[in-house]
DNA sequence: AGAGTCTAGTTGAAGAATCAACCACGCTGC
DNA sequence: GCAGCGTGGTTGATTCTTCAACTAGACTCT
């Protein structure tokens, strides 16, 4: 039993600034994203990782590592995205295992829809608060803790 | 109508990396404080908040600031808080709205068996990845962002 | 070809978060 | 001294998330 290290003050900073981050954005998120259109933040998520996909579909398991979620609740999510028309699930053809969940029409204009006052949010409650520098600090600092979360995050896959 | 200034490239990293963080980041710590002692990270937090006050109780309103959480979600987790004889809940002297919260023995028990691996998670997930630098860095931009999003956060607080 | 194992995905139940409705108290101004 | 408004807090219904259990197809090794 050695004394454990505990936090000194700037990292102390951090870690509550990030904590607090992570509770207030989202929610904040969250409830435009639910007046503009009855969806929430990872709803919205994932109908904008299929719309940016080629072809406009994804296996779940792709879709889910996209949104950073486990299958389980995607596939729920998808289930509800499903009932509203936005999403369709479909057989793979050649891995009967594989399941692809597809943008329909409808959704892609959901999205279309939303993209733009979404957008002006995270401008409004998050970047517009930072400089340039801030930007390309917090982009590289942010990659390093996604780097030590999950070393395969697709969001750090080179291409 | 006027076309919305989509995300440029580091903008695009900077949030992205956030919004990764933000779901794998309590996920890990809140599957090591399950396993470790049946509660969230949140339940952690609203212990830790009442264990550093004076007296180790505070006004439900003020821990839920602490907490950054909405009053209803507090409340609700002070009453599970309160089932497992780690919280009471007693009247204010003073003011016949207010109820305050306190920590028990067994709660400071509780937290103080727990706080010690909760920050060696701490640092093995997030901090060991970043530098001094990168500490303040966060520590600046994360207190920017907080104050964009609540300008009378606790945690900017002067001393 | 069969047993074992791994990968992909779904489901139902249980626990947690949100939202809206509500109650009780305090403060202000008349 | 009481009407009206704001504050502090609780509650119950609904929705979300997680967890564990499960199905089914693919791959491997013999």
């Not at 454990?4 to 607090?20: F, K, M, Q, T």
């Not at 389980?72 to 793979?92: A, F, M, N």
């Amino acid at each position: 039993m050695t004394e454990p290290r505990w936090l000194n003050a700037d990292e102390r900073r951090a870690w509550l600034a990030l904590v607090s981050i992570n509770t207030l954005l989202p929610a904040a998120l969250d409830t435009k994203l639910h007046t503009a259109g009855k969806l929430s933040l990872f709803d919205y998520t994932v109908l904008a990782m299929l719309s940016e996909a080629e072809g406009r579909f994804l296996p779940m398991s792709e879709l889910a590592a996209r949104s950073s979620a486990s299958l389980s609740r995607l596939s729920h999510v998808v289930t509800k995205l499903q009932k509203r028309g936005w999403v369709e699930r479909r057989p793979h053809p050649h891995d009967a295992r594989v399941t692809t969940a597809h943008l329909t029409e409808e959704g892609m204009a959901t999205i279309v829809g939303l993209a733009p006052g979404h957008v002006e949010d995270v401008r409004g409650l998050f970047l517009d608060a930072l400089t340039e520098q801030d930007v390309l600090d917090l982009a590289r600092i942010g990659e390093k803790v996604v780097g030590r979360l999950d070393s395969d995050h697709w969001i750090l896959r080179e291409n």
